[in-house]
């Protein structure tokens, strides 16, 4: 329980609504940005993205809610957050997964492209240890699994080529090259 709150079930069925409609949002989200991919246009993974942290924000207001009432009113509620958790974390490893193979070897990154999907190694891994969850035991399809795998995997080797934000600060000292060059201009003693 929440604060000493109690939820109720239309709360808790709102909250449920609501992911279903962000998921089909996400849905279509995800197939904008594949299509975009081809055009070497990267905006619409960031909305993809966007959606899928307010997805998963949503998910956690409704874990945190079935967790503040007592397990016997909301049983059902819960078993349909548990079942639109697979589904959807399926849906998203997918379409993750479909993005990334859509993307060519030769695709040209833009600038920043390393820090835009570093992140996705991250949720990889959050989503592989919410799977290992003992409740989800036997209940996760390998299919997602694999897709989770081969989606890091795509990651890595797009990461190794992209491009990361240049690095303006100010750094204490400069690089070695950079101090040898500026002794070039100096008299020589004798």
């Known amino acids: 329980m929440v604060w000493g709150r109690s939820y109720s079930r239309e709360e808790v069925r709102e909250l449920l609504s609501a992911i279903e409609r962000q998921a089909i949002d996400a849905a279509r989200l995800a197939e904008k940005a594949q299509r975009d991919i081809g055009d070497d246009r990267f905006a619409s993974f960031l909305d993809f993205r966007k959606k899928v942290e307010e997805i998963r924000a949503l998910f956690a207001l409704t874990e945190d809610r079935l967790q503040g009432v007592d397990d016997g009113k909301l049983s059902d509620l819960r078993n349909e957050f548990e079942r639109m958790d697979l589904l959807l974390m399926g849906m998203l490893a997918k379409a993750t997964r479909s993005y990334f193979a859509t993307m060519r070897d ?85």
């Open 106 to 190: 030769d695709q040209v990154l833009p600038i920043g492209a390393r820090e835009l999907f570093e992140p996705e190694l991250k949720a990889i891994d959050q989503t592989r240890q919410r799977l290992s969850h003992p409740r989800y035991e036997g209940r996760v399809s390998p299919d997602v699994l694999e897709d989770l795998e081969a989606t890091a995997v795509m990651i890595r080797k797009t990461i190794t080529r992209a491009p990361s934000l240049p690095d303006f600060s100010d750094s204490p000292s400069a690089p070695r090259a950079v101090k040898r060059l500026r002794t070039l201009g100096r008299p020589i003693r004798n």
